[in-house]
């Protein structure tokens, strides 16, 4: 089944403590991105992937990291959560052809004490 | 600034009413992207529009993309409950130096709620 798979679905952490949100992809998609989404905000982009080894900013990326080592896997370090870092987040990724949006993956919330 | 702008951010409309929501850029954009995320869900891709003047529809939903390709609207016609969920639109800006699905633009949504 084609999907976008992140992990962990749910995390509480404390602050300064580093975390991994992994996010992996099996249809071979070029472009990748994360976004948050808080209430009343919609969805602002983090970074993104235009393939492997290639990332850019997006709409809030002070506190995050990103890599893209390989074209299924990108993802999204927290190396010294705060709390308002606490958020539902995204991955997704999308082909680089004209006709296809982004497919989401389910989600991760991330809360930060 | 929020380059995207989408209104209402709220719509209440009772079962088999037509609903609307329209989308704004401050900037042209290349493509205007819908998606629609159910309660508790993730976000779905419903359509992307690439033409000035472009409308598609998808059964009861009417998409179309403006003249000068800054502005875009949804349409349901007749809403049933199934129809309940956020709708974003998203946009890569022509002249961002992104890529044009790299670096998308979102619209803060339209909550549409719809009661029997």
């Known amino acids: 089944e084609a999907q976008v798979t992140q992990n962990p679905r749910y995390l509480i952490t404390v602050t300064g403590k580093k975390l991994t949100v992994t996010c992996s992809q099996n249809m071979n998609h070029e472009y990748m991105s994360w976004y948050r989404q808080d209430p009343g905000l919609g969805l602002r982009q983090i970074y993104y992937s235009m393939n492997v080894e290639v990332t850019d900013k997006g709409d809030v990326p002070e506190g995050y990291k990103v890599s893209r080592k390989e074209k299924r896997n990108f993802p999204l370090i927290l190396e010294s959560p705060s709390p308002n870092q606490t958020s539902l987040y995204f991955c997704a990724s999308a082909s680089g052809g004209r006709a296809y949006g982004y497919t989401f993956g389910s989600g991760t919330r991330l809360t930060v004490v | 600034g929020q380059q995207v702008m989408q209104i209402p951010q709220y719509q209440h409309v009772q079962e088999g009413e037509d609903f609307t929501t329209y989308c704004n850029s401050s900037?042209?954009?290349?493509?205007i992207q819908w998606y629609k995320q159910r309660p508790g869900g993730h976000p779905v891709f419903l359509i992307q529009?690439?033409?000035?003047?472009e409308v598609k529809k998808q059964k009861r939903l009417t998409f179309q993309f403006g003249e000068a390709k800054k502005n875009s609207s949804l349409h349901i016609t007749a809403t049933q409950t199934t129809d309940v969920g956020t709708y974003f639109c998203a946009g890569p800006l022509k002249f961002d130096r992104g890529s044009t699905l790299g670096r998308l633009y979102f619209g803060r949504g339209t909550q549409l709620t719809v009661w029997p």
């Open positions: 900037t042209t954009l290349s493509n």
């Open positions: 529009l690439v033409k000035s003047g």
